[in-house]
């Protein structure tokens, strides 16, 4: 009997700690999309998702909710083939993309898919690989995959094929599509999303002033060895929500304690119109 009720107690504890966690990864997500758009990275399209632990299913926002008005209790948990677990509303058609990135990366928490043109102009031209020219550039080091498909990754095939093109880079670009940036969970890839599109922004730029000197592996590895990855993540993220808060494009029960600014941010006014 007492073992039974410790069975019990364990999977009541188990179930409310999941629960807390998803509420968590619901806000998470709903923050960093919004802070996307106001970064002018997401527009009318594109998602980020974080993978659900233990199954394999995933939490992602419903296709027609606008990027700048997304809400946490909107963002629905999706199974990998599509069927919406918890929440109302479709998944976006690319889900393929994130579903098949979870399946081929067991290391990938957390996927950023959006079309930014001026990243993705990158496609458009000859000899236009992406490679780092600002020091937290130094994580695609390796260089960063283009996908030869144009079209929209909306099959479970498109997206392997998208995930084999992958492999095992940090983000690829889409030929004439966009950007697919994957990390450990939603603050390390909300600063992945942000450093990929600087670090594509001024290449662009110094390739109009003259020969471009990328970044060398070795000035790379040494940037790396001091660099914390989970700070530098966690700053930044402070600093978007900050704004964020202060422009009332967030909400401030939105952010867990841990990751709200310390200073309590800029005086937080009433969520922005319609948001
Ligand atoms: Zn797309």
Not at 3 to 24: G, L, M, V
Not at 155 to 172: F, H, I, M, S, V
Request: net charge negative; aromatic share 4%; proline share 5%.
């Amino acid at each position: 009997m007492a073992q039974a009720a410790d069975t019990e107690r364990t999977d009541r504890s188990e179930e409310s700690e999941r629960r807390a966690r998803a509420h968590e990864v619901r806000r998470q997500v709903a923050v960093a999309t919004r802070m996307l758009v106001d970064a002018g990275i997401l527009g009318y399209s594109g998602h980020l998702s974080a993978r659900a632990p233990g199954d394999e299913r995933l939490y992602i926002q419903p296709v027609d909710d606008s990027r700048a008005s997304l809400r946490p209790e909107r963002v629905l948990l999706v199974s990998f083939d599509g069927e919406v677990v918890e929440g109302k509303g479709k998944p976006p058609s690319e889900l393929p993309i994130h579903a098949e990135l979870y399946r081929a990366r067991p290391d990938v928490g957390a996927v950023a898919h959006f079309h930014h043109d001026p990243t993705t102009m990158f496609t458009m031209v000859e000899h236009g690989a992406i490679v780092p020219v600002k020091n937290h550039a130094s994580r695609w080091a390796d260089g960063v995959p283009v996908h030869p498909d144009a079209s929209h990754i909306a099959t479970a095939e498109q997206g392997r094929a998208l995930a084999a093109t992958l492999g095992g880079a940090a983000a690829a670009l889409l030929r004439g599509h966009g950007e697919v940036v994957v990390a450990e969970d939603v603050l390390t890839l909300f600063a992945d999303v942000v450093h990929f599109v600087e670090n594509a922004d001024a290449l662009a730029h110094a390739m109009q002033l003259g020969r471009v000197v990328p970044l060398g592996r070795e000035e790379c590895d040494r940037f790396l060895a001091t660099f914390r990855r989970d700070r530098h993540a966690r700053k930044l993220w402070n600093h978007h929500a900050s704004v964020a808060l202060g422009s009332g494009s967030i909400l401030p029960e939105w952010l867990d304690a841990e990751a709200a600014p310390a200073d309590g941010g800029a005086p937080a006014r009433s969520l922005r119109g319609s948001r």
